[in-house]
């Protein structure tokens, strides 16, 4: 395909998606695509539509442009969580993150990494959990710790802090093999029937196509599998 192509597929894949999701991506707040954003907020709509019971979860917020379009179908009772380090992201240290992943690190280490748009690279920012909380409330969804909570610090830290009974529907972004076996795993005890998980880097990173892998091998048929930009996984166990 070749370039004039690509732009008129990006540009006609943007008009489809709903008005706030292509306000986030003109206000240059998520790195995903329009495909990965349109499977995104279809899915969550889905979850939201059959109300399915339980939270909504981020992991990995980054510029907090997809937590706003999650956080659109927060509610008292339907709570949406983000958990982010809200700074440069931990290194990949597992012996199954392949070489791309450390690759993509080493380039984010050195300090040369680009941002969107040619802005600042989100995790070189020291008030970037202040700016995700501005975007928040620009948005209309300000982080009240009623409907909307954000968690700052490493995954592991910050979970056991998280005592709601029961999630709905998970977006994992967090890259390497380990952050996102751990979050499988956390998540997976309290996924209600018809619970959705969005694997974002299935296709980008070894190290979390890995961690998948093996999660869905541990717990066979217990998730319908809708493969795309971005994997969908829907607990069936249960239901």
């Known amino acids: ?6 732009s008129i597929v990006h540009q006609a894949r943007v008009a489809l998606l709903p008005a706030e999701a292509r306000a986030v991506l003109r206000d240059r707040l998520t790195y995903l695509s329009p495909e990965k954003l349109t499977r995104l907020t279809g899915a969550v709509h889905e979850v939201a539509k059959r109300g399915v ?5 981020e992991f990995g917020v980054a510029l907090g442009g997809s937590s706003v379009l999650l956080a659109r179908h927060a509610t008292n ?3 949406f969580h983000g958990f982010d380090v809200f ?5 990949p240290t597992s012996a199954k993150d392949d070489a791309k ?5 080493q380039v984010i280490a050195a300090g040369e990494s680009p941002g969107i748009g040619g802005d600042p690279y989100y995790g070189y920012r020291t008030d970037l959990y202040e700016q995700v909380c501005a975007t928040f409330a620009r948005y209309g969804r300000p982080v009240d710790e009623k409907r909307i909570f954000l968690h700052r610090g490493l995954f592991e830290e910050t979970w056991p802090g998280y005592t709601r009974a029961s999630v709905a529907f998970a977006h994992l972004d967090c890259d390497w093999y380990d952050p996102v076996r751990f979050c499988l795993n956390a998540v997976l005890p309290r996924l209600s029937p018809g619970a959705t998980l969005i694997l974002d880097d ?8 890995t961690a998948v892998d093996e999660f869905l091998q541990e717990n066979s048929g217990a998730f319908a599998v809708d493969d795309g930009a971005n994997l969908r996984l829907r607990f069936t166990a249960g239901s």
């Open 87 to 91: 700074a440069r992201i931990p290194e």
């Open 77 to 79: 009772e339907r709570q």
């Open 53 to 57: 019971p339980g939270d909504l979860l």
């Open 101 to 105: 992943s450390k690759e993509r690190y």
């Open 1 to 6: 395909m070749n370039a004039v192509l690509k």
């Open 202 to 209: 299935y296709h980008d990173y070894g190290g979390c196509r």
